[in-house]
Every structure is written in C-alpha cells, then in structure tokens.
C-alpha cells in the first residue's frame, strides 16, 4: 500500500508514511488468528510476547517521531 501511495498516486513521502498505519486492519486479524492457535496449542511465551510488544511499540512511536525530521531523501 505505501508503494503504491508513492509511484502511482505521488503522494509525498511523510504522507505516504502517515497512511501506512492503515496497512494495520489487515494486519492484526491475521496476527490475532496465528496468536490464538499458539495460545491454544500451549506453544506461546507470554514473558516473550511482552517484551516484544514493549520494543514494537516503543519502536513504532520512536520511528513515527524521527519521520518528521528525516529528509524526503533517506525516507525512500
């Protein structure tokens, strides 16, 4: 979906970023329905998931700050 923001519709760059999010309610159902099979299969670490959950969303607020700093350049 971001590629295609930027090379078919020209979206600038740090709107194309701001609409990826969108990418998400496609994402998190597929995440959910492979988590609740590891659930249910016993196979899920839960201290392991918290800590990745920390570092994503640490990371996702981190990254979404640093964009409006970056060059149009080094985005691409």
Not at 56 to 75: S, V
């Amino acid at each position: 979906m971001l590629s295609y923001s930027l090379f078919k519709v020209s979206v600038p760059i740090h709107a194309a970023l701001a609409t990826s999010p969108v990418a998400m309610a496609f994402i998190i159902p597929i995440a959910l329905g492979g988590g609740i099979g590891y659930i249910t299969g016993g196979f899920l670490d839960f201290m392991l998931l918290l800590q990745v959950l920390i570092g994503t969303m640490c990371g996702a607020y981190i990254g979404a700050k640093f964009t409006n700093f970056a060059p149009e350049l080094c985005l691409r």
